[in-house]
């Protein structure tokens, strides 16, 4: 049985750095294409950032380019998220997703596994 447990959210301050990790159980984590979503009570879904199956394309959403960066340990079999330049709108509930498939797609559906989430609140 795949399991994703995420880990790494907490209160941080707007312009802080964070790292959000994402272990993968059951599996081994370069045979899934992941990505990060995050939701706001209410919201949709949105996506964050991906990472395709072989590592090689990474996708991020415009509101986080250039300030995060996705990385895989297939050693550790976990997925890093590190984002910078926080901003009280980044406050949101983060998902680590993953699809058994070789690209990353930006809709949730398309998503076979899901982690229980970790809340980041960034203040202002």
């Known amino acids: 049985q795949v399991q994703l447990v995420e880990s790494g959210g907490g209160l941080v301050q707007a312009g802080d750095s964070l790292t959000l990790s994402c272990a993968v159980s059951?599996?081994?984590?370069?045979?899934?294409?992941m990505a990060w979503f995050r939701q706001v009570s209410g919201k949709d879904t949105e996506y964050v950032a991906g990472i395709s199956k072989g590592g090689f394309v990474k996708y991020y959403a415009p509101f986080v380019r250039g300030r995060a960066t996705i990385s895989r340990d297939n050693a550790k079999n976990v997925i890093d998220l590190q984002v910078s330049s926080l901003k009280p709108e980044d406050t949101a509930f983060y998902y680590c997703?993953?699809?058994?498939?070789?690209?990353?797609?930006?809709?949730?559906?398309?998503?076979?596994?899901w982690g229980q989430g970790t809340q980041v609140t960034v203040s202002s």
């Open positions: 997703a993953a699809r058994r498939e070789v690209s990353v797609v930006m809709r949730p559906t398309s998503y076979d596994y």
């Open positions: 059951g599996s081994t984590v370069s045979e899934f294409a």
